[in-house]
């Protein structure tokens, strides 16, 4: 196989995830009863038009990851989760923030090594009040979250791949 020296090529994504406040009712039908949010990571292509979703457009990541791990805190059951097809999400409920480590494995004819990105689950909003000037926001209350809405927190990057083989050069520009 040759490599095409001297060209990189990258790919934009998203990751990141969206938050909400359990309702009561919701709370009442969760097996834990510590749980608060239900949440969703996810990785994204940013290449397409938006469709209806405000964070991401179509999931066409497919034809170059293979497979999306999302390893979570140790307080989960089972924490490292694979997605082997789009889209690459995972939806769960919880009670608290920590980092989700995302690691992107491509299609075996690009012969690239998996990649890790980081991302630190938001579930809170920045409360809109500083009670005490000097001191740190305060985690809002259940209600006032509801209020404010699902808390958003993404970023945007690119997978860039140097000197590609020429066949996952030509699948990567194919799409
Ligand atoms: C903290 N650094 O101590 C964080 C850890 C862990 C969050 C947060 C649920 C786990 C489960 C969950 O939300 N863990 O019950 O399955 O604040």
């Keep these: 196989r040759v490599r095409v020296r001297g060209v990189t090529i ?3 994504i998203i990751y990141g995830n969206t938050a909400t406040v359990l309702s009561p009712a919701e709370r009442e039908t969760c097996p834990f009863p510590d749980h608060t949010h239900r ?5 994204r292509s940013a290449a397409s038009a938006p469709d209806s ?31 082997d097809k789009p889209p690459f ?7 608290g923030e920590f980092e989700i480590q995302i690691r992107i494995h491509f299609v075996a004819e690009s012969g ?13 909003p920045w409360s809109l009040t500083f009670p005490t ?30 000197d590609p083989f ?3 050069l030509n699948l990567l520009t194919a799409h």
Excluded at 39 to 43: E, G, K, N
């Design 10 to 12: 990258h790919r934009p």
């Design 39 to 43: 949440w969703t990571v996810a990785i």
């Design 53 to 83: 979703d405000i964070v991401g457009g179509a999931d066409d990541l497919g034809y170059f990851i293979k497979r999306v791990t999302f390893k979570l805190h140790d307080t989960y059951a089972n924490p490292t989760r694979n997605f």
């Design 89 to 95: 999400e995972l939806s769960e409920t919880g009670w």
């Design 112 to 124: 690239e090594k998996p990649i890790t990105l980081y991302h630190h689950l938001k579930l809170h």
């Design 133 to 162: 000037p000097g001191t740190d926001p305060e985690i809002p209350s259940p209600e006032n979250a509801a209020k404010m809405g699902p808390v958003h927190s993404w970023q945007y990057d690119e997978i860039v791949f140097t």
């Design 166 to 168: 020429q066949s996952f």
